[in-house]
DNA sequence: CCGAAAATCCACCGTTCGGTGGATGCCGCC
DNA sequence: GGCGGCATCCACCGAACGGTGGATTTTCGG
């Protein structure tokens, strides 16, 4: 990233395009090399010209962001892309990343931002609006609740019925815990029922969920 | 957030306070209006001196950071937290997010930044290292593959299955399912024996799991 | 109108689960 | 030394689970 940022926009509207390139030829450090106006185009044109990062648009005739993105991500050099997009659903944000994008702006974000955006996108780092920053900030705490309900839960457990918990967690049966860890089955059974009553459970599905929200992979 | 950005600075480090003193005391529409060592002394502080925006860091005698955010934030009129630390442990970003901290920057953040982060935070917007973001973005993704494998499969099941799948993964018995959803026990099983082969699974335990992960409460 | 898919149920059977009431040996701690 | 917690195992039992081989009705699309 020694010198200029070679930017590729990607975006169906000619108008779009053209006042995101006037305001990005503008700034210092970028230079905008292409425009494509679907996801074909914007892998034939990064082929063409090797940018450092695509603005890429996610609704588009023929071949759409996500897709698009996905190829170049899936190429020898790849670049960098932000989507850009009016629509924060979670569908989309959560395929965007899938993807392999490594910023995700919506329409309102201001010019000086977007220039930012794509300075940090270009240095390797990640880039979210602010709202899709709450979101994913949400969704974690919501899941560390869980999680640390579930941890204090089993807490109370002895190292080995912590084993258990974890197999059971796994699907196995009360057999095949007995085989993994090399005991009899009638051992099993006594850990499993000391679990049930500690957690106050009724049954091992019980058990699997819990473990399971505990992050016991 | 009419005029300037009243700050208050948490670090039991006084040099750490002083360097980040005068650093954003410089800074244009950001005043810091009070330091404090601990967290006990963070909430003394913002009572007496109602900051916008507290910087706190978490390794504190007495009381730690996300103690102190947590009360912080249990007040009346919050300020808006940044934890800024050397340690980005899951374990501090989690507690850090849920004790309601609105950013969360490592130390090797610039000066600059900084004093951005505060104004975004003043602002309403949350303020993430990009690390951190990185790591968020990563467990999403990861949770979000999942989350459409377990969703591909149970698109081969049929309403009534699906709903039975759901209650398996509430951890209900086949009577309870029977009594719930209004048919014969052995209703209950053919649907129970239908998942299985349809899913390829074993027993109960994993139509719980696969449920789980596809977010079926 | 007919066929396929879905939903409902039956009887029967072997397996798995979970509980009860024990027993033994080991370890750490007061 | 003794006591409690942990881990290991036994026998026995009833309940829950899962599979097999049926059967019936409804529904929906061609």
Redesign the interface.
């Known amino acids: 990233m020694a010198g200029v940022i070679r930017v590729l926009l990607v975006d169906d509207d000619a108008l779009v395009r053209a006042g995101l390139s006037m305001m990005l030829d503008g700034a210092a450090g970028i230079t905008v090399v292409a425009e494509a106006a679907d996801g074909q185009e914007a892998i034939t044109a990064t082929d063409a010209h090797a940018p450092d990062v695509v603005l890429m648009d996610l609704r588009m005739p023929r071949v759409d962001g996500i897709t698009a993105t996905r190829r170049l991500r899936a190429r020898a050099r790849p670049p960098e892309v932000i989507v850009l997009t009016t629509f924060d659903t979670d569908e989309n944000v959560?395929h965007a990343?899938?993807a392999g994008a490594a910023g995700f702006l919506l329409k309102d974000t201001s010019p000086p931002q977007i220039v930012e955006a794509i300075t940090?996108v270009a240095a390797g780092?990640?880039?979210?609006s602010?709202r899709i920053?709450?979101r994913?900030?949400d969704?974690?705490?919501a899941q560390?609740?869980a999680?640390e309900r579930a941890r204090a839960a089993l807490a109370a457990l002895t190292p080995r019925e912590h084993e258990v918990a974890l197999a059971?967690?796994r699907?196995r049966?009360n057999a095949d815990i007995a085989a993994d860890l090399v005991m009899g089955i009638t051992t099993v059974k006594a850990h499993v029922s000391s679990i049930l009553t500690k957690l106050g459970?009724?049954?091992?599905?019980?058990i699997?969920?819990l473990a399971?929200d505990a992050g016991l992979t």
């Open positions: 959560l990343l899938r940090r780092d990640p880039i979210l602010p920053t709450r994913l900030m969704r974690t705490v560390a609740g999680y059971i967690a699907g049966t459970l009724d049954n091992r599905t019980q699997a969920l399971h």
